[in-house]
Structure formats: structure tokens, C-alpha cells
């Protein structure tokens, strides 16, 4: 019996002993993993984002790769997806995992989580510092999610990529992290079959008439993946590495790779290019919570648009935000203190101005702090040119049951071809201007 017990403990301590060396070679595995991530993200952070791009680059070989999630049953690729992106934005010096569920639940318009959403929805909710919030404070998929939860970034700045412009979008893969790209899935799920994917090579190329219907993060791109590596459609060689939101189990471990022949991968992007802490300003002021829904203009590209504030505190104005409508815009921005009318416009000159390569929403800092006395009505006025869009303000409106929301009551907003005549938009047009305020407390 004793001979037993001795030979049973022999046998316990060798199975310890060979665990703790197979945990001690793993961990070692993954330290050594660990560092070589860590030097090739510091090579990265040191090199030249402006030079020259490799033929290759994954996020994934930085560190930069977000969580691989799983949408399940729901229409919400979109906000799936933008939280991902958001997420690579931090990577690998900080982990936060943002919740898909608040950005479907939360925001403004009225849509379920069944009835997929959109980019225009993705922007109001993140500039209106709606969101983004933890994932451990609104957990995804049990169909709640608690009112009144504060933001943990402020996202300042969305640029929107258009018309395969595959330089731009490999650039900002490089410097930002992943880029959100819409693109038509033949596929329903990961266990779905297409004569578009090949199985096999986790490839996928599209070369119908359909129009795009699904969201994907592209996280790298691999100019030399050879063009008979999918089942049909592309012609050059070229793929970008995208991940899905259909969990591990589609593709390898959540990846795939979409030729550059697919026809809808590249024009519609967005990517996410700065998110601050929440402390960066004190307060928002803004009329329109469903952000961009429709246009105006004069028909040639250049108008002044206004909002008039009034300040709820002793406090100062540091920034403006607005869209930007087409590439290649040029802007001025004027403030207009002790507002009484747009008269006093013309004796104003530009605190900031400058201009932006590609469409989006911006926030621009002024180049001194306009100081605001509690109860002070002010106005911000934004003067653009942008050339290649004939009506270049974005505008708030009800446009049909997803906004029924909106509300123009609660803005005064201004609209002008010369900056001297100006008609109020929420009278003459039924909308709000789109044009943010940002204060800290003085």
C-alpha cells in the first residue's frame, strides 16, 4: 500500500513538474511574442508616416489588433465594427474594449438593433459625446442598456474616406489603426457559403452589381496576394486584411483578406483620427444630436453658416467643431461676442482658419481662448470653400421615421452665401446648423 501511495506521489510530481515547464515555456513563448510586438511597434512609431508604404503591413504584428467579436443575430456590424476601430486607436499602450450595445441602443434616431445603422449615425453619436462607453458598463447582446452613462473618450476628429482611394486608406491603417469600410456580404454568418469566398485562402472578392450592406475593419493590406487566390473577380494581385464581426470561427480566427477588385471595398470608409480624454473640454454646445442628414449651399461651394450660443458659465470657448463636406476644403472661423445680431459679422476678422484634405468632422482649435461671461450670447460662424461639393453645410432635419427625433426648436442657426444677407435656418429651412462649440470653465 505504501509502495502505491510512493509511486502515485512519483507520478503527481512528474505531471507538476511538466506542467509548470510547459506553463514556463508558454509563458516564454508569449513574452518573446510580446516583445518582438513591442519592438516592431516602436520601429513603427519611429519611422516616417509620411514616406513611402511597405508593400505589406498588419496591424496584428504591432499589437494594435482589437478583440475579435461576434455580432450574433443582430443588424449591428456598424457599431460592432466602430468600436473595434476605436479601440486600435489606443492599442497596444492602452486596452479598452467599447460597447457595441450603447452605440445602438443610445444614440438618436430611432432604429432597433435589428435594423442595422450607418455611418451618418456612427458620427452624431461619437461628436456628440454620446459615447463611447465601456463594454463592462453596457454588455452587448442582452437588449438593455442603462440611460445617463458618461462618455470615457471625446471623439474630436472622423475622417471619411471615399472613391478607393486606397493610398489614403493604407496611410491611415498605418497611422490611425483600423479603417471601417462597408462592403456587400454574400455571406449571412461564419458558417455561410459563397462562390465569392473561398474557404480554403479566407478570401473574398465581389464583382456584382449589389450594393454594400456590411461593415468590416480593414487592419493591413498585402500589395503581392496573388489574384488566383480568390475564386473569381480579381484580376491584379493585391488584397486588403480585413476583420469581420462574426467571431473566430469566420476566416482565420476572424480575418479574411478582400482583393482589391472587390467593387465596394474602399468607397465608403471612415476611420477614427482623434480621440481625446474626457477632460478635455468642460462642455459641448450643439443643436443637432443626429448630426448630418441632409445639405445646403448656394450651388458653388462656398457659404457661411452660423449657431448662436449663450454660456452657461464663466467660461472659455477653445474650439469649434463641423462637417466637412467634400476634399480639399479651406475654412475660417469668426466669433461673434455679445451677440445681438448677424450685423456685426462684418466687422469681425477670422480667429482660425486653414484647411483639411479629406471629408469628415473636424475640430478646430482657436489660436487664443475667447473668454464668456455666464449668460453671454455668442455666436460661431464657419466661412468654407470646398470645391468639389455645390452644397457644402451640413444641416438637422426630419427625414422620415429614423429621425423623428430631431428637434429645430431648440437651435438659432444662420446661413449665408456673402456673410452680409443670412436667413434663419430652422424658419427658412426646418433644420438646425450643424456646428458645434467646445468651453472649458474659466
Known amino acids: 500500500m505504501i509502495k502505491r ?110 435594423d442595422g445603422g450607418g455611418y451618418g449615425m456612427l458620427m452624431a453619436y461619437l461628436t456628440g459625446w454620446q459615447g463611447p462607453v465601456l463594454e463592462e458598463d453596457d454588455p452587448y447582446g442582452d437588449g438593455v442598456s442603462e440611460e445617463g452613462l458618461e462618455p470615457v473618450k471625446h471623439v474630436q476628429e472622423i475622417q471619411a474616406l471615399r472613391d478607393k482611394d486606397y493610398t489614403a486608406i493604407k496611410r491611415a491603417v498605418y497611422e490611425y489603426g483600423a479603417v471601417q469600410s462597408s462592403v456587400y456580404m454574400d455571406l449571412d454568418n461564419a458558417r455561410g457559403t459563397s462562390v465569392y469566398y473561398n474557404q480554403l485562402e479566407y478570401s473574398y472578392c465581389y464583382n456584382g452589381e449589389n450594393k454594400s450592406n456590411h461593415d468590416v475593419l480593414i487592419i493591413g493590406w498585402d500589395d503581392n496576394y496573388f489574384a488566383d487566390r480568390f475564386n473569381a473577380g480579381a484580376v491584379q494581385n493585391g488584397a486588403f486584411i480585413c476583420q469581420n464581426s462574426w467571431g473566430e470561427e469566420f476566416g482565420e480566427n476572424g480575418v479574411f483578406y478582400i482583393s482589391y477588385d472587390d467593387v465596394n471595398i474602399g468607397n465608403n470608409c471612415i476611420v477614427y483620427t482623434k480621440i481625446e480624454e474626457p477632460d478635455n473640454y468642460d462642455r459641448i454646445y450643439q443643436t443637432d444630436l443626429c448630426g448630418q442628414i441632409g445639405v445646403l449651399g448656394y450651388g458653388d461651394g462656398e457659404c457661411y453658416f452660423s449657431n448662436i450660443y449663450t454660456s452657461a458659465g464663466a467660461e472659455n470657448l477653445e474650439a469649434v467643431g463641423f462637417y466637412v463636406l467634400g476634399k480639399n476644403t479651406s475654412y475660417e472661423v469668426y466669433v461673434i461676442k455679445n451677440y445681438e445680431s448677424m450685423d456685426a459679422f462684418v466687422k469681425e476678422l477670422p480667429v482660425q482658419k486653414g484647411s483639411f484634405e479629406q471629408q469628415g468632422y473636424y475640430t478646430v482649435k482657436l489660436g487664443e481662448p475667447v473668454p464668456l461671461e455666464a449668460g453671454e450670447r455668442y455666436a460661431v460662424v464657419v466661412h468654407v470653400e470646398t470645391p468639389d461639393c455645390i452644397y457644402p453645410a451640413a444641416m438637422e432635419y426630419v427625414a422620415g421615421e429614423t429621425t423623428k427625433t430631431v428637434d429645430i426648436s431648440d437651435g438659432e442657426g444662420y446661413i449665408s452665401h456673402n456673410g452680409v444677407i443670412w436667413s434663419r435656418t430652422e424658419e427658412e429651412h426646418q433644420c438646425n446648423i450643424c456646428l458645434k462649440a467646445y468651453t472649458k470653465y474659466r
Open 5 to 114: 501511495i510512493e509511486i502515485l506521489l512519483t507520478l503527481a510530481l512528474i505531471c507538476l513538474t511538466g506542467y509548470l515547464a510547459y506553463d514556463l515555456y508558454g509563458r516564454a513563448i508569449l513574452q518573446k511574442e510580446q516583445d518582438r510586438q513591442a519592438a516592431l511597434y516602436t520601429e513603427y512609431r519611429l519611422s516616417d508616416h509620411r514616406g513611402a508604404l511597405p508593400s505589406r503591413f498588419d496591424i496584428r504584428d504591432i499589437g494594435r489588433n482589437p478583440l475579435v467579436k461576434d455580432q450574433g443575430n443582430l443588424g449591428t456590424c456598424w457599431a460592432v465594427a466602430a468600436t473595434s476601430a476605436l479601440e486600435t486607436y489606443f492599442l497596444p499602450r492602452q486596452r479598452n474594449v467599447f460597447s457595441a450595445d450603447h452605440i445602438s441602443l443610445q444614440n438618436s434616431f430611432s432604429r432597433s438593433q435589428r
